[in-house]
């Protein structure tokens, strides 16, 4: 922003820093923007000048005009889910790198907050933005579709949409916890979804049936639970499993906070994990590793994830790259306590 006059009770302008160094404006313009040819007597009026009058340039003023601002816009939908700031700490190590600043705009979930995120974004004239979609909403879709600057997928995959995109395999990752269940004895294996109009839900669930169905095991829609990818959905998903007494004797969850709600929700009923029912989830996140049991869960490379990212989008803003391309990394079992597997220690 512009500095303030509180004397006067104004902006301060480049047209007063010219007036102050007793220049043109257009040399003032010229030093400030690097341009060379003037003199060093000038430059260094000049620059006493807006020291003095604590003057800085108007960002949103100079993209438009340069049609750069150096900033990139990260959308996400939950920043209290512990997946999301390994997500976020790789977009902004990567973009330091490259010299962006991140504008950090989180929704909870909320239709209307993201809409106003894309349109502060856009408003800001950032170079580009690395969204995960938190509501399926086409109008939101539309509106950041229709901005005219670069944009990268990142986690969810969207319908429609011609972008760059960043992700796990997720149905592959799903698929594996499954199967890791089944090879392990179970037979009985509930589910704990996403939204299925996610495309991380909706591809997670689609694995779980296919490692079901390449052991001949029925799928049982009882057993299958919609939550919201929050611990609150996985306590109540076991509740629910409980309450309807239909027999399980594991538990898939898909991601680690709705694994651990619902290891919360069998130890309040006094269900033990593994020993009476196994518990895998999804992501690994640090709390993975921390929690008891220690939970066995998909790895997805979350901190590369939002590496990969920028990595494109920045191909995108300086026009290296000018087709979609999607990078999908493969997912690692990793193999706990809460699935009665390997026994490990802190």
């Known amino acids: 922003m512009m500095a303030y006059d509180k004397e006067n009770f104004r902006n301060v302008t480049i047209k007063d820093v010219a007036k102050k160094a007793e220049v043109s404006i257009a040399t003032v313009s010229r030093i400030l923007n690097g341009k060379g040819g003037v003199s060093p007597l000038l430059a260094e009026r ?24 150096r900033s ?64 399926d909403n086409k109008k939101n879709i539309a509106l950041l579709d229709s901005l005219g600057i670069p944009v990268v997928l990142l986690d969810r995959r969207v319908e429609g949409m011609k972008a760059s995109g960043v992700s796990t395999d997720n149905r ?34 689609s694995g779980y049936q296919d490692a079901l169905l390449s ?10 639970f919609i939550g919201a990818f ?5 306590y109540a998903a ?3 499993l409980l309450l309807s007494r239909h027999q399980f004797d594991a538990i898939f969850a898909s991601n680690d906070i709705m694994a651990i709600g619902a290891i919360e ?38 901190y590369e994830m939002g590496q990969y990212a920028i990595k494109l989008l920045v191909e995108h803003i300086t026009g290296e790259r000018s087709s979609p391309y999607e990078k999908i990394f493969v997912p690692e079992l990793m193999i706990r306590q809460s699935s009665g597997g390997l026994e490990e220690s802190k």
């Open 172 to 205: 592959l990752g799903a698929f594996m916890a499954t199967k890791h269940l089944i090879e392990r004895g179970k037979r009985r294996i509930a589910f704990i979804s996403g939204s299925p109009k996610l495309s991380s839900g909706a591809d997670r669930a």
């Open 46 to 69: 000049v620059l006493l000048a807006t020291k003095e009058l604590q003057y800085q340039p108007n960002d949103v003023a100079r993209a438009l005009k340069i049609k750069e601002s």
């Open 72 to 135: 990139i816009g990260l959308i996400i939908p939950d920043i209290e889910n512990p997946f999301f700031p390994a997500l976020v700490r790789g977009v902004q190590d990567a973009a330091k790198i490259h010299n962006y600043a991140v504008i950090l705009c989180n929704t909870d979930g909320k239709t209307e907050e993201e809409k106003k995120y894309i349109q502060f974004l856009y408003s800001k004239r950032v170079d580009g933005i690395a969204f995960t979609e938190s509501v």
């Open 265 to 302: 929700g069998l130890n309040q009923y006094g269900i033990r994990v593994p020993e009476d029912v196994a518990v895998v989830g999804f992501d690994d996140i640090r709390l993975a590793t921390w929690y008891k049991p220690l939970l066995t869960t998909i790895r997805q490379p979350v």
């Open 215 to 224: 052991y001949n095991i029925q799928y049982d829609k009882k057993l299958a």
């Open 230 to 234: 929050t611990y609150e959905s996985g």
């Open 238 to 240: 076991v509740e629910n």
